[in-house]
């Protein structure tokens, strides 16, 4: 099976920008989660999403968002851009509990 | 709070040396732990998760829910064995990770 995949690998914006990130996960997976890692912060949980419904979602203000399609690729979005929000974004799927991590898109707000 | 602690940033040992990488957890309830690892240039992967028991690449870990650990070990390391590990916990039946801010083993010949 093909592992899952993450477009585009790099971006670079500017402040005040917003960007969308995608993730296709492993075929049959119907469970997709974000992350965050920096260096400062690690890895930090974003967003989990599961037959299109948002499960779970962690501690970052609202200009962060996802969302998932019935096919169960995900997207996720940033609006207004911060300096602050440079880092790999990774996405997951899920199967029986183990989830499967993407390469990342790397984000670098300038 | 949900919290992971992985007091060590680096760890540095000998090939055949034993190996402890420490992880803390505090959470009310029953969590699910799971060890991940990240080889250079390689996708974040899992290593192995409490409830499967099982012995991945000759490393253990015990679920010692008095003292809130759940610590990697491995009785002789192998240069291919350096990496970054990072100490994860979840809810049953939810995939939100909580990771640690992981170590990074290094390990010599």
């Known amino acids: 099976k093909a592992g899952v995949t993450q477009t585009p690998r790099y971006l670079i914006k500017t402040r005040g920008q917003q960007v969308t990130l995608s993730c296709s996960p492993i075929s049959g997976h119907r469970s997709v989660s974000w992350y965050q890692q920096t260096p400062g912060q690690g890895l930090q949980f974003l967003f989990e999403?599961?037959?299109?419904?948002?499960?779970n979602k962690g501690n970052f203000p609202g200009r962060f968002s996802g969302r998932q399609f019935s096919n169960s690729r995900s997207e996720m979005n940033v609006s207004t851009l911060e300096l602050g929000d440079s880092a790999l974004y990774l996405c997951?799927?899920?199967?029986?509990?183990?989830?499967?991590f993407g390469p990342g898109t790397r984000l670098t707000v300038l | 709070a949900q919290r992971v602690t992985q007091p060590e940033k680096l760890l540095s040992v000998f090939k055949g040396a034993p190996v402890e990488l420490k992880c803390n957890y505090s959470y009310s309830g029953s969590p699910e732990l799971f060890w991940y690892v990240q080889y250079s240039r390689q996708r974040l992967q899992l290593l192995l998760r409490?409830?499967s028991r099982e012995s991945i690449k000759g490393f253990t870990a015990d679920l010692n829910k008095g003292e809130t650990s759940f610590h990697l070990k491995k009785p002789f390391a192998q240069e291919e064995d350096s990496a970054m590990y990072y100490c994860?916990?979840?809810?049953?039946?939810?995939?939100?990770?909580?990771f640690g801010t992981g170590t990074r083993l290094q390990v010599f010949p």
């Open positions: 994860a916990l979840s809810r049953y039946n939810t995939d939100k990770l909580i």
């Open positions: 997951a799927s899920s199967y029986l509990g183990e989830q499967f």
């Open positions: 409490h409830i």
């Open positions: 999403y599961f037959s299109e419904t948002q499960r």
